[in-house]
C-alpha cells in the first residue's frame, strides 16, 4: 500500500512537471525543444534504472553490524527527502509559472533546446532518485515491496496526467496531494522510527528496552496472528505506518517527533 501511494504521488509529480512544460512548448510553437524535452525524460528514465540496479548491488554489499548501519542511515535520509517533498509540494504552489519562467530563459540561451533538455531531465531524474530512495526504505523495512502495487500507482499517476493535460479534464489535484501527504507523513514516520530500530541494533544508539510488546503469540501452525506486526494486517501497518508491536522508547519518540514536526510544517505552508 505505501509503495502504490509513493509511486503515484511521485509519477504524477513527474507527470504534471512534463505537462506544464509540453503545453507551454506547444503553444508558443517550439516543436524542436518538445523533442529534446522528450529525451530529457527518456534518458532520465533510463538513468534512474541504472541507477536503482547500482543502488541494489552496494546494498547488497553489506552485512551484520554494517548492514544495520546502512539501512539505518538510508532509512533516516530517505525520512528527511520524503518530508522534505512534502513540505516543499505543499508551499511551491505556483510550479507552473515556476516552470515557464525557467523555459523562457532556456529558450533565451544559444542551445535553447539542451536548456529544455536538461529542464526536463533534472525534474524527471530527481524523481526517480527519490523513488529508488523510497523503495529501498519501505523493502527494509517490510521485507519487500509489490510489484503490482507500484505498477498500479505509476499507471494511476500517468492516467490522471494525460487526462489533465492532453484530454483537458479538470481533476481535484489539491484533494490528490492533501490525502496522499498526510499517508506520506505518516509513511516518513515509520522510516524515522525503523532507522532509528536499526542505528540502535547496530549499537550506535543506546537500547533503552522495550516499552510495552502488544505482538500476541504465535498461533498452534506457527503463523502469525493477524494484528502481531509480522502479521498480515500488522505487517500492512508496519509498511505503511512503521508500527511494531514492540518498539523502544527511542523509536516511539522518533516516530511521535517526525509525525507532529512534519503535520505542523505542512499545515503551516499549505494554508
Known amino acids: 500500500m505505501a509503495e502504490f501511494v509513493i509511486i503515484f504521488r511521485e509519477v504524477l509529480e513527474a507527470g504534471l512537471i512534463v505537462g506544464i512544460l509540453y503545453t507551454y512548448l506547444n503553444k508558443v510553437n517550439q516543436q524542436s525543444s518538445i523533442l529534446k524535452m522528450w529525451q530529457g525524460v527518456i ?14 548491488i552496494l546494498a547488497g554489499g553489506f552485512e551484520g553490524k554494517a548492514e544495520k548501519l546502512f539501512e539505518g542511515i538510508v532509512m533516516i535520509i530517505a525520512s528527511f527527502v520524503l518530508g522534505s517533498m512534502i513540505v516543499w509540494m505543499a508551499k511551491n504552489k505556483n510550479i507552473a509559472d515556476d516552470l515557464k519562467t525557467q523555459a523562457d530563459d532556456a529558450l533565451s540561451a544559444t542551445n535553447a533546446g539542451w536548456g529544455i533538455f536538461t529542464l526536463a531531465f533534472v525534474a524527471v531524474f530527481r524523481e526517480g532518485i527519490e523513488i529508488i530512495l523510497f523503495m529501498y526504505g519501505l523493502a527494509a523495512k517490510q521485507g519487500a515491496v509489490s510489484f503490482i502495487s507500484s ?9 490522471v496526467s494525460y487526462s489533465i493535460f492532453i484530454q483537458g479534464k479538470k481533476v481535484p489535484l489539491k484533494k490528490f496531494f492533501n490525502v496522499s501527504s498526510a499517508i506520506l507523513i505518516l509513511v516518513a514516520a515509520g522510516m524515522m522510527a525503523y532507522g532509528v530500530h536499526e542505528l540502535e541494533s547496530a549499537g550506535v544508539i543506546p537500547d533503552y528496552g522495550r516499552i510495552w510488546d502488544i505482538n500476541p503469540p504465535k498461533l498452534a501452525d506457527g503463523s502469525y496472528p493477524l494484528l502481531h506486526d ?4 500488522g505487517g500492512l501497518f508496519k509498511g505503511l ?9 527511542v523509536e516511539v519518540l522518533a516516530w511521535v517527533l517526525t509525525a507532529f514536526s ?9 494554508k
Open 43 to 56: 534518458v532520465a528514465i533510463i538513468l534512474s534504472i541504472i541507477g536503482s540496479f547500482l543502488f541494489q
Open 151 to 159: 505498477l498500479l500507482g505509476a499507471l494511476l499517476a500517468l492516467g
Open 230 to 233: 509480522k502479521g498480515y494486517l
Open 241 to 249: 505506518f512503521g508500527y511494531n508491536g514492540d518498539p523502544s522508547l
Open 262 to 270: 512534519l503535520s505542523f510544517l505542512w499545515r503551516r505552508v499549505n
